[in-house]
């Protein structure tokens, strides 16, 4: 967590660097005296790149990648290392924490900045600091507490695709010992694609979101915070736009796919015909932070919960023909507990922190594939399951030659998985900092942490009531005996057919499973003098076993992360530069992550175990050129490896590429002119980069790379972003004009691959297109 002087209308200090303050080994210290790779994203860079929510940052925090096309089911990627998984059984391996507490799964993490104060990127294991998965790093998003002025700011943001957003805040102190705050932010977009039949705007932004805080002091020694956050999200899903070339309806696409024929998604229409598509999201929680200072040290109690409501139904096949129909949806469900005591303190040789946590959470997930029935006729035939030109339309048609009034086209059909999670998560953790002389300091801590899970699986057989109803009627009137047939051969399933799927059909199936795990740090870092640290260090960190969601009975075990890393951190005052370097190399065991298995007749996702290891390199600087001018240069190399891995496709992979860029980087220029009475004008460019992806046997076969010359799958990204505002004098009043993707820079950013082998469709993602705006601020 990071503080950062705010920006002043007056010069800048001639002679030194913005201090910053962070709080990452739970104790405050200067960012340069921490001996961690660490970066901290300020309430100044986001307002640079008018960002909205931490997808829009970590273009700029090189190493750090979030998938947040659809914010309810997010994933976050540091130093290489990812857990892609929609379902409730598996954890994340990066860890986002709120004020101290842990956020939890993906789809109440991806919330809007809300009075945000300052982030901090903490990179590498972060097991005994901040414990269960941080395998690979946290993020720490610390808000704005009451203060003991009055104080209120609005933003309002008017935008091109219709973007309309609004920030308020207002401080009120109640007494000279206690305040309440209170923010809110309302965003909406039409979205910047339209549906090319309909004219229907598609990818829209709609959500509001809230927060009240009350602080108050208890006594000389005693002080509690507490804080309600809200949020509302109701915006259609993420769009998907065909690749496929179509023939002339009735037609069918070639099967199957040829993958060198893909059509570029950025230079064709989008028409869609997504039943029920919507990402909604209600998201409540409440946190109360009580601190009380002895003689010998700090107590601080922090009690959290969170409950959130979810809903992502997206379309799969990228067209509006209802013969090549599908689309899945995510339900979820989900409520927890968080409780923990730390106690720190320090004396002239020690600095310590130790304390005890409990987490619980209650998930429930319920995933869904739709069809139609002429979308079902179709699979049949691709796959040879059924008749070459399927069964319900044949057999409908048949009938209506009899006179038989019925219909079995584009019936819908539904089959879905429902799973639920009871979690407890204890913990026990201890850190010391021993000054063992004036320039070395040596460091240990050690974290327990016991993770209880039950987890139930149901999988009942497909759901079609209309269809059904047809079929009785044929049944009832002799159609079936007349032909040869039996009603039994039109109930069956055609998503969730593996083995153990199968075998469990309309029976609950349960698990229970606790693991347990250690994890240790040992830190040395060493202060050639006052502007010059450096340090090495050895930590573990893990991520707890769980279970497939969509696999009955499957079960997997901790992740574990051990890193070596050393590092340099300088300050040279008279230059008025300041930069960190580090390298590292960790090895990864017991990796998770879902994938789509191909193998069978119908696509099924699976989780599966990889090991890796990489070694990299961060960089970081800033340096304040001039009085004016500032410049900041942050820059990330990695290479990431298989060890040992074999895919369920029975390719070999250990010793290739993991899939990651060799390098990332983003580098800040900032201006500002002081125009006397007149206030002052501030300019700011930010560019990112990051490296093609390295690609492998492994995701190409995932078409996550290579596969088509029209996609350029995996190429390398830049992106620009700026701002320019003027500042009235005293900082009451502020007028900007920003653009963020300046150069208009679109990139694929995932196929959609569940109907390929099956159906014959893929569809593409797309990232945003050049936005800009006007934003107007007031400060009181």
Known sequence: MATAAPAA????????????????QSREQELQDVPIALQVVTEELIDDVAAEDLSDIDNFVPGLVIHSQQPTQPSFQLRGIQTDDFGIGTDPAVGVYVDGVYAGRGGGVLLPFTDVQRIEVLKGPQGTLFGRNTAAGAISIVTNRPGNETEAR?????????????????????SDRAAFRINGVFNHSDGWIKDAVTGEDLNPENNWATRLGFRTELGENTSAWISWDHESLDQKGQATTGIVPLPPAPGLPPFPVDETAYLDPREVPTAVDAVGNAETRTFDGVTLIVDHATTWGNLTST???HKYDSLNRVEEDGTNRSYLYIDTANTEHNENFYQEFKFSGSTDRLDWVAGASYFQEDADQTSEVNLLTDSVDTMLGNTGLGPPGGLFGPISDLANQFGIPVNLHDLPWNEKFVNTLDTKAYAAFGDVIWHANDKLNLTFGLRYTRDEKDF??????????ALDAQLDMLDAVGFFDAIGMSKDMFIFDVAFIDVPAMLNKGVLNRDKKSWDDWSPRFVADYHFNDHTMGYASLAKGYKAGGFNALQIDSEFDNEDVWNFETGLKQTLADYRLQYGVSAYYYAYDNRQSIRLDTTPDIPRYV?????????????????????GLGLTFNAAYIDSTYKDYVTPEGIDVSGQATGIPYWSAAVGIDYRWYLDNAGDVRFALWHSYRGKTRCSDESQSQGTCGVSPALDLGEERNLTDARIAWNAPGGNWSVAVYGKNLLDNQYVSGLGTYGKTVLGTVGARVTEPRTYGLELGVKY
């Open 303 to 305: 009690t959290a919960w």
């Open 607 to 627: 989780v599966d175990t990889s090991d890796l290891e990489a070694w990299g390199v961060d960089f970081d600087t800033r340096w304040q050129a001039t009085d």
């Open 456 to 465: 139930t699986w149901f999988n009942d057989h497909r759901s079609a009531p």
């Open 154 to 174: 609005g933003k309002l943001r008017l935008g091109n695709y219709g973007k309309q957003y609004f920030e308020g805040m207002a401080n009120v102190p109640v």
């Open 9 to 24: 209308s007056a010069a800048v200090d001639a002679k030194q660097l913005d201090t910053i303050t962070v709080t990452a």
